[in-house]
């Protein structure tokens, strides 16, 4: 059987004020030509669907349309709820559209929704778990201690009926401990959000959602198949990808990648001014990040770069006084970050290793007792 693998698609993302729509619009009809060629019999769908759990109406439009032609080519299609969605609104209607052949995964409620499909080697069962959290778990299981992402998910899992004939497909939208995190990702403080990738043990494959690398966890058995646009200039070296899988009897796998181009790359460049606007300098469409090697910073040089480079995004300068500045605050970066993030970072830096997380929940309490006192 094979299927084909995505998440983390983030509609209606807005990155450095530019709305990705259009180009999220462009690889959705990149992937439903991979589907054309590949003829899969499911497309699985591992959380963020959308950017925020409220999204734009242009962004549940856009969904809509892809899922419409999913469906048009009798595509088996499934999709769970990550951490940037409301999965209230993702359910919405889904025991209506469940018989058309799209699973979108219900509210978790201490079961996991599964579906049956059959092949030549007989039956392939595909669960369906949505983002969870300890506590989304915990009030359905009175006995047992949930304390840890790990005890959330193990413990969801322990529920569900495992005949060890059958091949289990497994979608969920978590970090798994050892995976690599890109700089466009949410990130929990002290470590609290890792999985420990034994709780899918007895899985054929579990398609993972929530990190935007592409990458195997272990073993080809248990993959993030990565966003399918570059989210961050973090990921600007990364090659994004549909990744296929087949399966044939129980214990054969085999899993490959299928490119994706975009409709306009992320990516940076660097050099001087005159070098990146003078003769033979080349416009370009694609999202930039412009580094400058001028000693001297450029007048409105954020207007005079967009004749050449109308999707600049960002503007910064690498030279003797930004060096000298950047050794006189040191790597500890401060901008935009909460106090418990820089806790964390100052913890690791001085003691060598993160936070436990007794100690990281120990601290999130005490700066949360601080907010308090202040309001």
């Not at 079961?111 to 300890?134: N, Q, R």
């Not at 047992?144 to 059958?166: F, H, K, N, Q, S």
């Not at 990458?215 to 058995?221: I, K, L, P, T, Y």
Request: proline residues 5%.
């Amino acid at each position: 059987m094979k299927l084909l693998h995505i998440s983390d698609l983030h509609l209606g993302k807005r990155l450095n004020d530019f709305s990705l729509l259009e180009d999220q619009e462009a690889i959705l009809c990149r992937i439903l030509e991979i589907a054309d060629r590949e003829h899969p019999r499911a497309v699985l769908i591992s959380g963020d669907i959308y950017d925020r759990a409220s999204p734009s109406a242009e962004a549940v439009q856009l969904f809509d349309d892809f899922l419409f032609g999913l469906a048009l080519r009798s595509l088996e299609v499934f999709a769970v709820s990550g951490n940037h969605d409301s999965p209230e609104r993702i359910a919405f209607a889904s025991r209506l559209i469940d018989k058309s052949g799209v699973h979108l995964s219900p509210v978790y409620d201490g079961h996991i929704s599964e579906t049956v499909l059959l092949d030549e080697y007989g039956p392939v069962s595909i669960a369906m778990l949505p983002f969870v959290k300890p506590a989304s778990v915990r009030r359905f299981f009175a006995e047992g201690e949930i304390v840890t992402y790990t005890d959330a998910v193990r413990a969801a899992l322990r529920e569900m009926p495992r005949d060890p004939g059958v091949r289990r497909v497994l979608l969920a939208h978590q970090y798994v401990t050892g995976a690599l995190r890109s700089d466009s990702e949410e990130i929990s403080v002290g470590g609290l959000e890792n999985v420990d990738a034994s709780v899918f043990d007895g899985f054929d494959y579990v398609a993972l959602g929530h990190l935007h690398s592409p990458q195997n966890v272990g073993s080809e058995r248990v993959r993030y198949s990565g966003s399918p646009l570059k989210y961050s200039f973090g990921e600007s070296g990364q090659e994004k990808s549909v990744t296929v899988v087949e399966l044939g009897d129980k214990g054969e796998l085999c899993v490959r990648t299928v490119p994706l181009v975009p409709l306009r790359d992320l990516r940076s460049v660097r050099g001087s001014f005159r070098d990146l606007t003078g003769e033979g300098a080349e416009k370009s469409e694609d999202y930039l990040r412009v580094i400058l090697t001028d000693e001297q910073d450029i007048p409105d040089v954020v207007g005079r770069l967009r004749v050449f480079y109308p999707n600049l995004m960002k503007v910064e300068y690498d030279n003797r006084r930004t060096r000298a500045e950047a050794q006189l605050s040191g790597s500890f970066e401060t901008r935009g970050r909460s106090p418990l993030s820089l806790f964390a970072e100052l913890y690791e830096k001085q003691n060598g290793a993160p936070m436990t997380e007794e100690q990281a929940e120990f601290a999130a309490e005490i700066f949360a007792g601080i907010g308090e006192e202040d309001a």
